[in-house]
């Protein structure tokens, strides 16, 4: 009884640090910052997609940002001037989420019998696909628009007045982004502890004694990857009308590989250590752009590094330093800690 | 501003003869070149994942800081009165050098303290290592375009009428010998031997006398001198070179890698030439094979096609042994 | 569960009760500023500060600020009070993402106008977030046509956009160049794709052919394939629309394959690289760009001595047209007789300003009228001017010097 009341109390208190953490953010540092949560809410979302397929089933994926895309253009298709479709919100969410899943299933799968870097680099190949497509895809029909993105998009939000005093849309997105990042929270940690998780544990730590066990291989990645490319899809929704604009250029490459650094260094597999991952990586940059110039001026008089190249520079140390360091990543899972320090420790023994 | 003079070169303009049989040698020669830079760079890729069975994603920018020393080089050496020829060999062992110290430093700092870690620790570092070298080469070189002084005769030759340089037949000639080198080494010397055994079971070659450290770390300078080569080769051919060059061109030989088996040396030079050759028919014929629908811009999409479309009944590439599956 | 969203709609309930009395000094900002002191005119001003573009970057907030210095210095009274402009410049660094988000700074700190962005790339979403807060926005240097196509009442632009340009392209390959059969290579980026289908429509217009469309990518070096394909073609021009990290090495495999085609690109190829890069397959080749070169400007040379002394720096690229974005904002706020944005917005339509670039006046959609372009041939290791298209204030106003313009402030008289 006792630890169901500090539950609750725990609870209470996280939901009341995140209701008013936009306020606190936008008094002290203005909205611009506020945006930039919303983007770092985004990022938690996709990050957790994606921990789906690397961090529980153990599949490399280096083209999940395909699926952030395809939600985001559905999003842009329907509710923008480009077609003249103006569609509500939680109609277009939803269709983004199971397009962007059959979209995981077709990327799974010809890659069923595909291990690890031989998987790698098809999921590389899908993702690139997916982006020249919505690069090529302006002739002979003019679907996307092609290389000039669509603009125009329906925003997520309009400012609206309450007793007289008026909410500035971002907030509201805020909440709507958290709203939908706690229930992709409470969906993967129920996914964790569901017969489908374990079976994608055990497909991730040997396949072959999983089929073994009974478990249907195929069904079980084909699942992974279907239900983290759904995230990734409503994600992409959300981008869509947050921004209201999309462009191929948002979905290269590097996106995908920025995604699975939060995974990786925040702690595969773990649900707060990929929201660390997520919120470090997003945040983390912004501020250091913001000091890196007047700090090198204030100190040496004149700038001698690009601050946009010392943080590139400082990003690749940290990868480096966070790896050699931790290399279960800042937060690691507990089940994924004791096997490693178990495995360190038989190494350990036998040299 | 007249505008007569301006119309006289047109008219003068003799027609070449072209014919699509000229169109395809050319457009072979066109892949071969683009195959054997590659197959060059992915010799680096598979002879790292053969014996540590670790993606170097890093190895991309080992070929593109090999090519910025030896422009430096070339650039230093540029007033005095040496042959071209000489200068670009000079410019090659110094990038050769410079490499092979960069390689053995990354296995040390970002490769060998993780060698236990779970499979993707070191994958991210190696971007880490990958995303530090490009901004300590720009840094370094700047971030403009630096044109290659052509050192090497730019001389064409005719086959039926198309051309080819000997940059180019250089660059072929490089891949099939980088590759036969490699086979000799790698089957029939005591090191090659010694890499096969940590390869397999690096507990078992350690028992056996092998010093697996010493042997990675070797492989690494070996991978490492192929990536200046290729650099030096590849900036020769193109005559630029940036910092940026690593990035994509350490992608597509990835790929080819993949295509042919990685880990297999044969493999990785047949996945490069197939991989060049694919994207310059891909580039040369997909718009007429699908009337004009498909264009050029395809041309990815079509090499990733063939990549996924092999991967589903090969799934361990054109040449790769069937892999045991390891837990 | 159900306690948890009861406690988080009462605690967001709360958290807006007790934040929201700071909320309402937002839309009134600058109603309170007393009668008397100084006018104060807010501008932001967006351009890549950091990354690969930053010189260019800076070099438009070197022409804004340049104004900014030359406004304050002259002393103009409006209604009594002394015009004084701020300058607050922000780092977008060309990325999409971040331009909303500076953007969203702007709207922020209350700013009157924008003077920015400079890439394509971030205009387009920022001039969302401009025309969601009715904010102005005066852009020097983007030239994506969908800018000022999407009926934004706050989108302008001082610089000739790629529709313009594309299009003098195509009428001097067909025209001047007289060519019959012409090839058609992009890189399949906003610009590059954008610029080509103007220069193709207008090719075609003046009798041209298209023998061969094909397209590369912007990180693309090798362009054997394409170029082999074209050459069956016989063309007697290739454009190319993308950037000259590709155009150089195109350039030199064209001559490596044989290609006797000349190479023609938009601004994007027009650069002292292209020529480095592209050693001596450069000679021949064509370019263009967007208004009439610097020295030419009406207020041209003395813009170049001033920012040379000022910066001792020669200008990259849009410092003059960065310089003539403010002084059409300022002029803007001289006739209004106030720093509203509202009351800006309304002046802008209606300008009539002889600037250093050019005459500057908007047509409906607030794209710069009568829009000059250049052509250049690379003769000697030297872009050399072929011919100036469009702009007819270039020649007229080149006699008169940048002072003698009744409007223009004072300050250009050094």
Redesign the interface.
């Known amino acids: 009884m006792q630890a169901k009341h500090k539950q609750i109390a725990g609870i209470a208190l996280i939901g009341v640090a995140l209701a008013i953490l936009p306020f606190l953010i936008g008094m002290s540092f203005g909205n611009a910052w506020i945006r930039m949560l919303d983007f770092a809410l985004l990022y938690i979302m996709l990050a957790l997609g994606l921990n789906i397929v690397v961090g529980f089933a153990g599949l490399l994926d280096l083209g999940y940002i395909a699926f952030y895309a395809v939600g985001a253009y559905i999003y842009a298709l329907l509710a923008s001037p480009h077609f003249g479709l103006h569609w509500p919100l939680w109609a277009i969410l939803p269709i983004g989420a199971v397009v962007a899943g059959i979209f995981g299933a077709l990327l799974g799968a010809p890659t069923l019998r595909l291990r690890g870097d031989y998987l790698a680099i098809v999921t590389l190949g899908f993702g690139e696909i997916i982006r020249i497509f919505l690069n090529n895809l302006n002739a002979p029909v003019n679907i996307t628009n092609g290389p000039k993105g669509i603009a125009g998009i329906d925003p997520l939000a309009k400012s609206i007045d309450i007793f007289g005093y008026q909410l500035h849309s971002l907030y509201l997105i805020y909440y709507l982004f958290v709203a939908l990042a706690l229930l992709i929270v409470v969906v993967t940690l129920r996914l964790e502890n569901s017969r489908l998780g374990r079976a994608w544990v055990a497909i991730r730590e040997d396949e072959i004694a999983a089929k073994a066990c009974g478990i249907n291989t195929r069904n079980v990645k084909l699942l992974a990857f279907a239900l983290g490319a759904s995230f990734g899809g409503v994600a992409g929704g959300l981008f869509s009308g947050f921004q209201q604009f999309v462009s191929p250029e948002s979905f290269g490459l590097f996106e995908s590989i920025m995604v699975l650094c939060m995974v990786v260094l925040g702690g595969m597999g773990n649900i707060p250590g990929v929201i660390l991952g997520a919120v470090v990586l997003t945040v983390l940059p912004e501020l250091f752009r913001h000091w890196a110039g007047p700090a090198q001026m204030a100190l040496f008089g004149q700038t001698y590094i690009d601050p946009e190249s010392l943080r590139l520079m400082l990003f690749g140390i940290a990868l480096i330093l966070v790896m050699r360091f931790r290399p279960m990543g800042l937060l690691p899972s507990s089940r994924r800690k004791a096997e490693f320090e178990h495995a360190a420790e038989e190494a350990g023994a036998k040299a | 501003m007249g505008k007569r003079h301006l119309r006289v070169p047109f008219f003068c303009v003799q027609p070449v003869t072209s014919d699509p049989v000229e169109t395809f040698i050319q457009q072979l020669i066109n892949g071969l070149t683009l195959g054997s830079i590659y197959a060059l760079v992915a010799l680096g890729y598979t002879m790292v994942y053969g014996i540590l069975g670790l993606i170097n994603f890093a190895h991309g920018e080992v070929v593109m800081i090999g090519a910025l020393v030896a422009l430096a080089v070339y650039k230093a050496l540029a007033a005095t009165l040496l042959p071209p020829a000489l200068i670009l060999l000079i410019g090659l062992a110094v990038a050769a050098a410079t490499c092979m110290a960069l390689g053995w430093s990354i296995e040390r700092i970002a490769y060998r303290p993780l060698r236990n870690a779970p499979r993707l620790a070191p994958l991210i570092t190696a971007i880490g290592v990958s995303i530090v070298l490009q901004q300590c080469a720009m840094l370094l070189w700047g971030r403009s375009y630096h044109s290659v002084p052509a050192l090497l005769p730019a001389e064409s030759h005719d086959i039926l009428g198309a051309r080819i340089s000997d940059v180019q037949i250089i660059i072929m000639l490089a891949a099939a010998l980088s590759m036969a080198g490699l086979i000799v080494l790698v089957q029939r010397s005591k090191l090659g031997r010694a890499m096969r055994a940590t390869a397999e079971k690096p507990e078992v070659a350690a028992l056996m006398g092998v010093d697996a450290n010493k042997i990675i770390a070797l492989t690494f300078i070996i991978g490492s001198a192929l990536a200046a080569l290729a650099g030096v080769l590849v900036s020769a051919n193109y005559g630029i070179a940036h910092y940026q060059m690593g990035f994509l061109l350490g992608l597509k030989a990835f790929t080819a890698a993949v295509l042919g088996g990685i880990g297999n040396i044969g493999g990785a030079v047949l996945g490069g030439i197939l991989l060049g050759i694919i994207e310059a028919m891909g580039a040369g014929y997909i718009g007429d094979l699908t009337g004009g629908v498909l264009g050029s811009h395809y041309q990815d999409i079509f090499c990733f096609m063939v990549l996924i479309t092999v991967l589903v009944f090969r799934p361990s590439g054109l040449m790769g042994e069937k892999v045991s599956e390891r837990a | 569960m159900r306690?948890?969203t009861l406690?988080?709609s009462l605690?967001?309930a709360?958290?807006?009760m007790?934040?929201?009395?700071?909320?309402?000094a937002?839309?009134s900002a600058s109603a309170p500023a007393a009668e008397q002191g100084p006018l104060v005119l807010k501008l932001g001003h967006s351009a890549p500060?950091?990354?690969?573009q930053?010189h260019i970057g800076k070099d438009t907030e070197y022409g804004a600020q340049m104004a900014v210095d030359d406004v304050n210095a002259a002393n103009i009274q409006i209604n009594g009070r002394t015009l004084t402009v701020e300058l607050m410049g922000e780092?977008d660094?060309a990325d999409?993402?971040q331009g909303?988000?500076?953007a969203?700074?702007f709207?922020?700190?209350h700013v009157n106008a924008v003077i920015g962005h400079m890439n394509s790339?971030t205009t387009?979403?920022a001039s969302?977030t401009y025309a969601?807060n009715n904010l102005p926005q005066v852009s020097a240097s983007a030239t994506?046509p969908?800018y000022t196509k999407?009926g934004y009442k706050t989108a302008f632009r001082v610089m000739t956009n790629d529709e313009a340009q594309g299009k003098v392209l195509g009428e001097f390959a067909a025209?001047?160049?007289?060519?019959?059969d012409i090839a058609v290579i992009d890189d399949?980026?906003?610009y590059?794709?954008?610029i080509a289908i103007e220069f193709k429509k207008a090719a075609e217009a003046k009798g041209a052919k298209i023998v061969a469309?094909?397209?590369?990518?912007d990180?693309a070096?090798?362009f054997?394939?394409?170029l082999?394909?074209i050459?069956?073609t016989?063309p007697?021009v290739i454009f190319f629309g993308g950037m000259?990290?590709q155009a150089?090495?195109m350039s030199?495999q064209m001559k490596?394959?044989?290609i006797?085609?000349?190479l023609l690109m938009g601004d994007g190829g027009c650069t002292a690289?292209f020529l480095?890069?592209a050693?001596a397959s450069a000679e021949?080749q064509y370019c263009s760009k967007p208004g009439v070169p610097t020295e030419q400007m009406p207020g041209g040379p003395a813009f170049i001595e001033k920012y040379k002394a000022k910066y001792n720096a020669p200008i990259q690229l849009y410092a003059p047209y960065a310089y003539d974005a403010v002084m059409v904002v300022v002029e803007a706020v001289k006739r209004a007789g106030s720093t509203d944005s509202a009351a800006i917005l309304a002046e802008l339509p209606k300008t009539q300003y002889k600037g250093v670039t050019t005459d500057i006046a908007f047509d409906e959609k607030g794209d710069i009228k009568d829009a000059a372009v250049t052509l250049y041939l690379a003769k000697g290791g030297q872009w050399t001017q072929?011919?100036t298209v469009g702009g007819k204030a270039a020649s007229a106003a080149a006699a008169l010097p940048a002072e003698a313009s009744p409007t223009q402030a004072a300050p250009a008289a050094n």
């Open positions: 306690t948890k406690l988080v605690s967001a709360l958290a807006l007790a934040c929201s009395k700071n909320e309402p937002a839309p500060l950091t990354g690969p930053a780092d660094q999409p993402k909303t988000i500076v969203q700074k709207v922020d700190a790339g387009l979403p969302v969601n994506n969908e999407r025209g001047t160049l007289a060519a019959k399949k980026t906003q590059g794709e954008g469309s094909e397209h590369t990518d990180k070096v090798d054997a394939a394409i082999t394909k050459k069956a016989k007697d000259d990290p150089a090495p030199l490596k394959l044989g006797k085609a000349v690289d480095k890069n050693g021949g072929v011919e």
